[in-house]
């Protein structure tokens, strides 16, 4: 295992929801919880177990019409000593919950569509952002102002270190800095729906989209780093606990993790869509699946699963991925190295890599720095890209047009 300690390997497998799990976030209370929302219109709160380092579930929040769509934890104060958890739902309302009752302390109503995300600051702040092309600021239950400016679907928020900025990310392809309810700035550069945002500090921020691509944008409009990586819709994006290095996920299967500019590893999971990551405090990266499952990744060995559990989840992703074929693309099979282009080693963990077999077809391979070789993940086939013709999903307005 010591050449794995400074990867990520699972660390938990979490059931309970039995639809796609839309949402994930860390929880306030009970430290390194973890909250998650899913299309069975739930919320649920997942603790450390006492004896070793698996999450039980401990709370189950049932009030919603519809499916859940975003979560999020509001700070302890003197009212709610335990905090806040807050739900958006495909049901256009936002309900906030607290440990001791499984009914809302209050429900925030006023937005005409699905609420896609929430983003809460240090002063107890919320900012909700809608299929309604709206982002609503609300303090103490009551609403502040309204932001209006995208025209379309807004799947975005973040509330940004410095009081009174604030940011929004759209199906218009655009990302908007607010301050006090107007819009200072749009940055364009994306050419796709922007999924999410994650803040890195007081001077810059990051963004993930549809295009596969992310951004790193300084708040005084430039755009300074283009990331590449995934091979289709990044879905979802978070940062770190030391505010430099992040995690993304997508449509591609994929959760990567990103250091000094670079992918430093890939974890792929048994599932098509990879919907939301989240950062515990203590460093480790939650995911929620469209499996129904929430899958818990760990780089302290203290944490992970035995040998035993780590090889039956490679050996899950293998069956998957060999039932369903990858994505070829405008890649042209005889451009392609021979079986002899395994012999050359990977840079990274998770760096993948296409060969022509001796037949015609075409594999794709991962690098696993744990085990020094290259290791199959799949066969290639069809045309690929982060197209709605690859990855099934449809935006009709800047809205999901699949499985409602």
Known sequence: MATTRSMYCLRAVLFGH??????????????????TGSRDCTARIWSTNSGDAGLTETFCMKSHSKYVSCVCAVLPDDEYPFGLILTGSNDNTIRAFSLDSSVPKYTLSGHTDTVSCLSVGKFGTVLSGSW???AKVWLKQ???????DHEMAIWAVKIMPEHGLMLTGSADKMVKLWRAGKCEKTFKGHTDCVRG???LSSADFLSCSNDAAVRRWLV?????????????????????????????????????????EECVQTILLPVQSVWSVAC??????????SDSVTRVFTADPSRMLDEAGQNAFK??????????????GEIKPEDLAGEEGLLVPGKTDGQTTMIRKPNGSVEA?????ADNKWMKIGDVVGSAGATPQTSGKQLHQGKVNCHE
Request: net charge negative; proline share 3%.
């Open 132 to 134: 309604d092309k709206t």
């Open 142 to 148: 009551k609403l502040l102002m309204t932001l209006e």
């Open 365 to 369: 391979h991962q690098w696993s720095a």
């Open 197 to 199: 945002l994650a803040v």
């Open 280 to 289: 515990l405090g203590n460093g480790d990266i939650v995911a929620g699946c």
């Open 18 to 35: 039995t639809s796609d799990v839309r949402a994930v976030a860390a929880a306030h209370y009970p430290e390194n919880g973890i909250i």
């Open 315 to 328: 050996e899950e992703v293998a069956s998957y991925i060999s039932a369903k074929p990858s994505d070829l």
């Open 220 to 260: 005084t409009g430039e755009c300074m780093q283009v990331y590449y990586g995934h091979s289709n819709f990044i879905y979802s994006i978070a940062v770190l606990p030391n505010g430099e290095d992040f995690v993304t996920s997508g449509e591609d299967r994929a959760i990567k993790v990103w250091s000094k």
